[in-house]
Nanobody
Framework: QVQLEESGGGLVQAGASLRLSCAAS????????MAWFRQGPGKEREFVAA????????YYADSVKGRFTISRDNAKNTVYLQMNSLKPEDTAVYFC???????????????WGQGTQVTVSS
């Protein structure tokens, strides 16, 4: 089992920055890929970014490429999502997820946090 807990969400104005954190505990050695997904009002959950625990390889959705940066601190078992130049369309609940292999598909992730709300006002 892997437990994930997100933090760092909030209400900001367009153009601002936020950094989300995802603290992992439990059998974290079994986690190979960590990802952020988001779900806006009335929308399906969508992939945002992913990172591998080893090597630090990253992958981003086109909608956030160049604005968001995913990183990890292996010593702290924590993954971060630095979000810059936020837009109103970034408003969503952001979820951290862990899986045995990289995927952009939510159903392939076995472990999920409870989410943190990000609201961007115009």
């Amino acid at each position: 089992q892997v437990q994930l807990e997100e933090s760092g969400g909030g209400l900001v104005q367009a153009g601002a920055s936020l950094r989300l954190s995802c603290a992992a505990s439990g059998r974290t050695y079994s986690s190979y890929a960590m990802a952020w997904f988001r779900q806006g009002p009335g929308k399906e959950r969508e992939f945002v970014a992913a990172i591998l625990w080893s090597g630090g390889w990253t992958y981003y959705a086109d909608s956030v490429k160049g604005r968001f940066t995913i990183s990890r601190d292996n010593a702290k078992n924590t993954v971060y999502l630095q979000m810059n130049s936020l837009k109103p369309e970034d408003t969503a609940v952001y979820f951290c997820a862990a899986a045995g292999a990289f995927s952009r598909i939510a159903r392939n992730y076995a472990y999920w946090g409870q989410g943190t709300q990000v609201t961007v006002s115009s």
